[in-house]
């Protein structure tokens, strides 16, 4: 996705600019009756702004143009934790200006004009609302589904039947502009992580593919191509959710299902599959060879890790020692 797709038109660009110059003031009633009165900070280029001395020392260091850049160049998810420092952080948080370009790259597929109307018409104009409420992939660590099933053993003795317990995980990475990355591999988080990049090699065992979020709801529709002598196509879909408001750290595997295709639907897999086989049934298959068919185990919900947690994460753990954390 080029950078065009972020340009933003004139007559949006001037009526966003009339909210910005606004102050952004916190209504603490119950201050009043103390005589204190709290000091709005109002954004960069305000023509409102005047001298004001300021105890802290980083912000006598630092000033409000450069603590401006500092923030505008934070994740959404940096500049929550930065609102928590102190009260003029909080009121330089809530510039609208970050959440925008936080809000066009999430949903930089819809278009800069439909990121408008749905701003307008559903979430009163703020960009900080809509970012918390409305649906979007996380693109700052990778969502990862733990699955486990059991295989028989060699059997050495006929009064026993030992058996095997195999744990694997589903590790995807999405990226804002459509495409993602996916793989199936029993190796843990901390490890699949370093390599989980499009600049990973094909020993790696790395698939590409693309996705689309429907813009009504929280479905997610996702594509990846299995090349080789028989491609075969893997459909999923997805359906997201969060343990808190605007969180977006889960997601539920609704369905998967493999298809054959024909050598004439794609010629790399670069292609975007996902325009391929959208109008296919569930148990369309273009390759007489290879079947549709719709799998029911490895159903798991997806976690989502953000990249700085995953040393730490409990999924790095031996399989009796995390079905003993989680359950526990």
């Known amino acids: 996705m080029t950078s065009d797709a972020l340009s933003i038109p004139s007559e949006l660009e001037s009526a966003l600019r009339l909210r910005t110059v606004q102050y952004f003031?916190?209504?603490?009633?119950?201050?009043d009756l103390y005589g204190v009165h709290v000091r709005p900070v109002p954004p960069f280029g305000s023509t409102s702004r005047k001298p004001h001395y300021d105890p802290a020392?980083?912000?006598?260091?630092?000033?409000?143009?450069?603590l401006f850049e500092v923030f505008a160049r934070m994740m959404p998810y940096d500049l929550g934790r930065a609102a928590c420092v102190c009260r003029k952080w909080r009121y330089t948080v809530r510039n609208p200006v970050f959440w925008r370009n936080a809000c066009l790259k999430a949903w930089q597929t819809a278009g800069v004009i439909e990121n408008y109307k749905i701003l307008q018409s559903k979430y009163d104009g703020s960009w900080r609302k809509m970012w918390l409420l409305r649906s979007r992939v996380r693109t700052d660590g990778l969502y990862v589904s733990r699955n486990t099933y059991i295989r028989a053993g060699i059997t050495e003795w006929k009064i026993t039947n030992?058996?095997?317990?195999?744990?694997?995980?589903?590790?995807?990475?999405?990226?804002?502009?459509?495409?993602f990355l996916y793989k199936?591999?029993?190796?843990?988080?901390?490890?699949?992580?370093?390599?989980?990049?499009?600049?990973?090699s094909k020993s790696d065992s790395l698939y590409r593919g693309t996705y689309t979020l429907s813009m009504s709801d929280d479905k997610i529709e996702a594509a990846v191509l299995y090349p080789g002598?028989?491609?075969?196509?893997?459909?999923?879909?997805?359906?997201?959710?969060?343990?808190?408001?605007?969180?977006?750290?889960r997601m539920d595997l609704l369905s998967l299902v493999t298809s054959g295709v024909n050598d004439e639907e794609i010629s790399s897999t670069e292609?975007?599959?996902?325009?391929?086989?959208?109008?296919?049934?569930?148990?369309?298959?273009?390759?007489?060879?290879?079947?549709?068919?719709?799998?029911?185990?490895?159903m798991t919900p997806f976690v989502f890790v953000?990249?700085?947690?995953?040393?730490?994460?409990?999924?790095?753990?031996?399989?009796?020692?995390m079905d003993y954390y989680v359950t526990g």
């Open 25 to 31: 003031i916190t209504k603490r009633p119950w201050l």
């Open 229 to 249: 002598t028989r491609p075969t196509v893997l459909r999923i879909r997805l359906r997201l959710r969060g343990t808190a408001i605007g969180a977006n750290n």
């Open 162 to 179: 030992p058996v095997h317990i195999v744990c694997y995980f589903r590790y995807i990475r999405f990226y804002p502009s459509g495409r």
């Open 57 to 66: 020392l980083i912000h006598r260091c630092l000033p409000d143009e450069l």
């Open 271 to 298: 292609e975007d599959i996902l325009g391929v086989v959208e109008g296919w049934e569930d148990d369309e298959t273009h390759n007489p060879d290879i079947p549709a068919v719709s799998h029911k185990r490895g």
């Open 306 to 321: 953000p990249f700085e947690e995953v040393e730490q994460s409990v999924l790095n753990l031996p399989p009796e020692k």
């Open 184 to 200: 199936n591999s029993s190796q843990k988080l901390k490890d699949v992580a370093k390599y989980m990049n499009f600049k990973a």
